[in-house]
């Protein structure tokens, strides 16, 4: 799988698509989510002015949501490296893992994030502590990989997410809604999290009304 000459420029491709995007979250931009633009000095608005952030608080307040997510995260991830170490998975299905995460990543932005919901409890994708942990989390199953393409974007996304924490332990106060008024509901511009609870009222409809056909169905079987 994405061998040979073809592949050789797919790679490349991949690659180049991937890592403009990654060079591109280093600097501000107004046509990024605030999610990954919340780390930049333009974008901070004190929520209560003239009164400093408790930077050694919030930094404490962090390892609560980003240690369950990280632990999660790498356990999974070893569990597939050692099934590829077992010769279950070849580097061909790793690739592809990686594919999926990608199309996840998509999923938890839009529709549904496991780690908003059962971990961090954050408000929103604005406010989301990891928000630029989304490329390394996609490429680790390419760290097996034995490709140059696929270790620069591994290489890449590890540089975007040290860059990000390097901001968090500076700034922290950048990073929350209660110290940052830029990730205030008010200011936001995306209003994902509309859709998502339009979505999760259609789902919780739709369970009713089949709950309530089955619930016919038995009744007519009596």
Known sequence: MFGGYDGRWLWITV??????EMVLRCFPSDYESMGCQKQFKKN???AIPDRPADRKALRASSWKSTVPVLVSWVLLNLLLIWLYEKAVFDWGIMILISLFYSVCDMICILFFCPF??????????GSCRIYNWD?????????VVDNPFAR????LSLLLLLRWELCYNLYPERFYEETNGSLSCANCREKLCHHKKQLRSFHRKLFRELQGIHGAGQNAER
């Open 15 to 20: 690659f180049a698509v991937y890592a403009v």
């Open 44 to 46: 901070f608005i004190p």
């Open 116 to 125: 908003q919901t059962w971990m961090m409890k954050n408000k929103c994708c």
């Open 135 to 143: 490329y390394i989390m996609m490429f680790t199953p390419l760290t």
């Open 152 to 155: 620069g974007l591994v290489a």
